[in-house]
């Protein structure tokens, strides 16, 4: 799977995608590290890559629905989570190959313990 990692992550977050066989773009290093998030939709969308973030603005489905990306991954995590909790809890994501697999069109919630699934509605 190829990926669009969104400032609000670790940087680490590419190397652990990588680690598990994902291709990942961050967008610091595309000029994007400061964009609106429209902004880093449209590169998403315009490259086929899925987004991952920890912007809850990207859960709205009616601003990013879902059908328009080859996938959302928002993780949600508190405030001042430290790097470590963000990589734990995308590790435990990135072990559901279920889930990855079916990712094209839908967004994904990921939480301590759980995966929420949305479903493309078009």
Not at 14 to 34: N, T
Not at 64 to 80: K, R
């Amino acid at each position: 799977m190829r990926f669009l990692i969104d400032a609000d992550l670790p940087r680490s977050t590419g190397e652990m995608l990588h680690r598990y066989g994902h291709d990942a773009v961050d967008v610091r290093d595309i000029g994007l590290g400061s964009a609106a998030d429209r902004d880093i939709a449209r590169y998403a969308q315009a490259q086929f890559l899925c987004v991952l973030t920890g912007d809850f603005d990207f859960a709205d489905i009616r601003a990013y629905p879902p059908a328009t990306f080859h996938g959302l991954v928002v993780l949600n995590v508190p405030p001042h989570a430290t790097a470590f909790f963000i990589l734990s809890l995308l590790e435990e994501f990135l072990k559901q190959a279920q889930v990855l697999d079916h990712l094209a069109g839908k967004l994904a919630i990921v939480e301590p313990g759980r995966v929420r699934i949305r479903p493309s509605s078009a």
